[in-house]
């Protein structure tokens, strides 16, 4: 558990303790706080044959079980591709193993993550689960985004919310991980600090730097933009997903801070100002606005089946196309 999770932890313990813990937990907040870990560690608990007041205790054979990842009575369904979603065969496979008797556990609990990627009939099919949940079954959603599960999965479930840990929280934590530049990744990252540390690990701060010369230099004609938006798949989009999106909704963000006379200080992207500032005086606002607007357009359609490429051609020749002042 991390420390921003410890109120989180006592709701639930209490909860159990008191026993109204309810059958379907459903764990939302930001990607890149701790859900997972914290789902994992909560059924560890919920599974220790020897618990203590408000942890496992490490030594039974179920928490030996769970820290080799081999307990039969803690189930996990994710999707069998990364980015995929959550077949109904995968819940009717789920439904078959839950119906058999527990491995010497009173209990058994069950992960789902991202529980959003289940598809319309997984979904309908674990929602006769929630609503005759097997004895001493626990299931645990996790997403980051509730409002993409069926409203009848959510109302069979207890909402229970992850909110992003504090500044001064997020940078101990990294800075005890050793993680360079700590201020910056956490800006960059939205205020997720285990965001923030796969960022840093991946060489994200490298690759941002590679990507926004490369914005620079299409707004200056220097680069081609089909051989640009190529190398921003394979660089960019394959390492860190859509992160990059991310990264030119901020540097927009800021070239319309710069137009309406914000300091330095308001920029999400500090280290890019002078920069910025030099291409916000090239351009006027209603023309940044509708690239904003092409950009969150953008984003929507990436997490549908479009071609990827072919919307990042599409976003950097709208970018390369704004009519600039010399």
Request: with cysteine; net charge negative.
């Amino acid at each position: 558990m991390f420390p921003w999770q410890a109120n989180n932890w006592k709701t639930l313990v209490t909860s159990k303790n008191n026993n109204r813990l309810a059958h379907g937990l459903l764990f939302h907040g930001a990607d890149g706080i701790g859900k997972n870990n914290f789902a994992v560690e909560f059924a560890h608990w919920l599974l220790c044959e020897q618990p203590l007041a408000d942890k496992a205790c490490g030594a039974c054979k179920s928490c030996q079980l769970i820290m080799a990842e081999s307990n039969p009575d803690l189930i996990m369904l994710s999707p069998e591709e990364e980015g995929k979603a959550i077949k109904v065969d995968q819940v009717r496979g789920l439904i078959d193993k839950i119906s058999l008797t527990s491995h010497g556990h009173s209990q058994r609990v069950i992960i789902i993550s991202p529980a959003d990627a289940l598809n319309i009939n997984a979904s309908n099919s674990l929602l006769k689960t929630l609503e005759e949940p097997p004895a001493n079954t626990i299931l645990i959603l996790v997403t980051a985004t509730p409002s993409r599960l069926m409203a009848t999965i959510r109302s069979r479930c207890q909402m229970i919310r992850f909110d992003l840990p504090t500044t001064e929280q997020s940078l101990s934590w990294l800075q005890a991980q050793n993680v360079e530049n700590a201020d910056l990744v956490l800006k960059l990252s939205a205020g997720a600090p285990l965001a923030a540390k796969d960022f840093a690990n991946e060489q994200g701060l490298q690759i941002r730097d590679q990507l926004f010369k490369n914005w620079q230099e299409l707004a200056q004609g220097q680069v081609d933009v089909l051989e640009s938006a190529a190398m921003w798949l394979k660089d960019g989009f394959k390492v860190l997903d859509n992160l990059p999106l991310n990264w030119v909704s901020s540097w927009i963000m800021d070239i319309i801070r710069i137009l309406q006379g914000a300091n330095v200080e308001s920029m999400a992207n500090a280290d890019y100002a002078k920069t910025l500032q030099n291409l916000a005086g090239q351009v006027d606002l209603k023309s940044v606005y509708g690239l904003l607007d092409r950009l969150n357009d953008t984003i929507k359609l990436s997490d549908t089946s479009a071609n990827q490429l072919m919307l990042i051609e599409g976003l950097l020749l709208h970018w390369a196309g704004l009519k600039r002042s010399k």
